[in-house]
């Protein structure tokens, strides 16, 4: 099977740093995924880690460590339009491939 | 390029009414599909997922079904709704082995 733990609620100011942690159990996967979702939306796909290592996109990156079964989403130089909720996912190398999300991390990006 | 669509965006039902939500991509074949269900600030529940026409595999017992009658339509489904089904309902497809999931515009199901 597979879990996924992350922090519920994240608070920062504008132009500040967040990193929303995740840890994980799993028999199998191919990377680790982050997706943004703003209330009442649909998630969108953030980025992808299937190394080890940090992945960079714009003012987000991700990390990925394999061994640790650990990875982290970074967000910098933090905008009032980041509040949203951002999951972690996986995808299980099993026959079947299915996606598994993490309870997900409230951001609150305050003036 | 592809597309996902679901059906209706909105949703008042009774208990015990039957329930019919309905999503399909276009632009690719064979796509893994899957519901899911996410309550008011929560994580998203995996319901169904499918691998092919006739693939289904359940998550969680409940009294919800689905079908997949087509391979790019996944239809979610009951014969009588109860007021603990009430949440948003999202459909969802990744291409095999593909690392991504896009997701659906979701339906906000109220069973009053």
């Known amino acids: 099977g597979q879990s996924l733990e992350q922090p519920s609620e994240v608070t920062a100011v504008e132009g500040a740093i967040v990193q929303i942690n995740c840890t994980y159990q799993?028999?199998?996967?191919?990377?680790l995924s982050w997706y943004q979702q703003h209330d009442g939306g649909a998630p969108t796909f953030l980025s992808y880690?299937?190394?080890?290592g940090l992945e960079e996109t714009g003012r987000f990156s991700s990390f990925l460590s394999r061994s640790d079964s650990y990875g982290y989403l970074l967000l910098q130089e933090l905008q009032m339009k980041d509040s949203a909720s951002y999951f972690c996912?996986?995808?299980?190398?099993?026959?079947?491939?299915?996606?598994?999300f993490g309870a997900g991390t409230q951001v609150v990006v305050t003036p | 390029s592809q597309t996902i669509h679901q059906w209706p965006a909105t949703l008042v039902q009774p208990v015990g009414s039957p329930l019919s939500l309905e999503c399909t991509v276009e632009?690719?074949?064979?796509?893994?599909l899957y519901w899911y269900r996410q309550a008011a600030g929560r994580g998203l529940q995996l319901l169904f997922y499918?691998?092919?026409?006739?693939?289904i595999s359940s998550e969680v017992p409940q009294n919800l079904s689905a079908s997949r009658p087509q391979d790019r339509q996944f239809i979610l489904s009951s014969k009588k709704l109860l007021l603990s089904d009430s949440g948003f309902y999202l459909c969802?497809?990744?291409?095999?082995?593909?690392?991504?999931?896009?997701f659906g515009q979701g339906t906000r199901l109220t069973v009053v």
């Open positions: 799993t028999s199998g996967f191919y990377g």
């Open positions: 969802a497809w990744s291409a095999d082995r593909n690392t991504e999931a896009f």
């Open positions: 632009g690719t074949s064979n796509p893994n």
């Open positions: 880690n299937a190394l080890d």
């Open positions: 996912a996986v995808r299980s190398t099993d026959s079947w491939g299915k996606f598994q």
């Open positions: 499918s691998v092919g026409i006739g693939q």
